[in-house]
């Protein structure tokens, strides 16, 4: 019996250290699952923040598209505005041309016809004495002087001048000008022709002539109706010359004289195409 009970405790204290074996591994086991579903919650975790990072980032990525083609489109809005204005400008520009000369074709029509009402007064004034005969002086009185050559008429020179101005026949327009000038310099169309000389210049592409020519209608003609077109000339002829600080002082220069016309707006327009957009800024 007590080897028996021997054998048996031998066989208990072999089995001891088996046990306590088994009883690490599963408890190792147990740890490596708890880990492995540690991760598996983590690599979940992170899945669904990392879906939610590609949501935001696809969301913003649409957004600032969508921003680029709002900026996109205000600016070619914005451009297409600025265009719209700079034509509706030149078309009142023109308008306004036209206007002022029809006013300067009404003032020669008026000219001729206070041509003709001083000749006709002089004409009756020149009169022979009652009972003189016809081409011979009155008795006592002085011989008439022979007949001069006259000049064409003031509105015939200056509305042919303007017909071929308009027409690009510049030759002939610069010698009626000139014509014009020569016999009727003080009259309210002179610096008018004087304008239109300078701006034959200027559309031949004779920027230094056009200068000194829209100089003359500064100088010499400063209240007539072409005054702040010729400033306006002068500060575009400037910048074609690469006289770039005198044009737009002069532009500005219009621009504080004549605030309010359409002159002035088109030297803001000039300067602002002048001028860079980060500048304006």
């Known amino acids: 019996m007590r080897n028996r009970v021997l054998a048996l405790l031998i066989v208990v204290v072999a089995a001891a250290p088996a046990l306590a074996a088994n009883k690490e591994m599963v408890q190792l086991q147990t ?24 949501n935001l980032i696809e969301q913003s ?56 009402m001083d000749d006709l007064a002089a004409a009756q004034q020149n009169l022979p004495a009652a009972g003189a005969p016809a081409g011979q002086p009155a008795a006592g009185g002085p011989a008439a002087p022979p007949p001069q050559p006259q000049a064409p008429p003031a509105d015939v020179l200056y509305n042919n001048g303007l017909r071929d101005y308009n027409s690009g026949r510049y030759d002939l327009a610069v010698q009626e000008f000139n014509d014009y000038l020569k016999y009727y310099a003080t009259t309210d169309l002179a610096g008018n022709a004087q304008f239109y000389l300078a701006d034959i210049l200027y559309r031949q592409g004779n920027y230094d002539g056009a200068v000194a020519g829209y100089d003359k209608v500064l100088e010499q003609y400063p209240g007539g109706n072409k005054t702040a077109a010729a400033q306006l000339k002068k500060g575009f002829a400037l910048l074609e ?26 030297a803001r327009d000039r300067l602002r195409k002048l001028t860079p957009a980060s500048s304006r800024r």
Do not use: C
């Open 241 to 266: 010359l690469g006289q770039r600080q005198a044009g737009v002082r002069e532009l500005k220069n219009l621009i504080a004289r004549y605030p309010r016309s359409i002159e002035a707006q088109q």
């Open 31 to 54: 740890q490596v699952q708890a880990l492995q579903d540690a991760m598996a919650r983590m690599q979940q975790s992170f899945d669904e923040r990392m879906g939610v990072m590609r």
């Open 61 to 116: 990525t649409d957004t600032t598209n969508k921003l680029a083609s709002s900026v996109t489109a205000l600016q070619q809005e914005l451009q297409k505005q600025h265009a719209d204005t700079g034509t509706r400008v030149d078309q009142v520009s023109a308008q306004i041309q036209a206007l002022n000369d029809s006013v300067d074709e009404l003032k020669a029509r008026m000219a001729k016809v206070t041509k003709q």
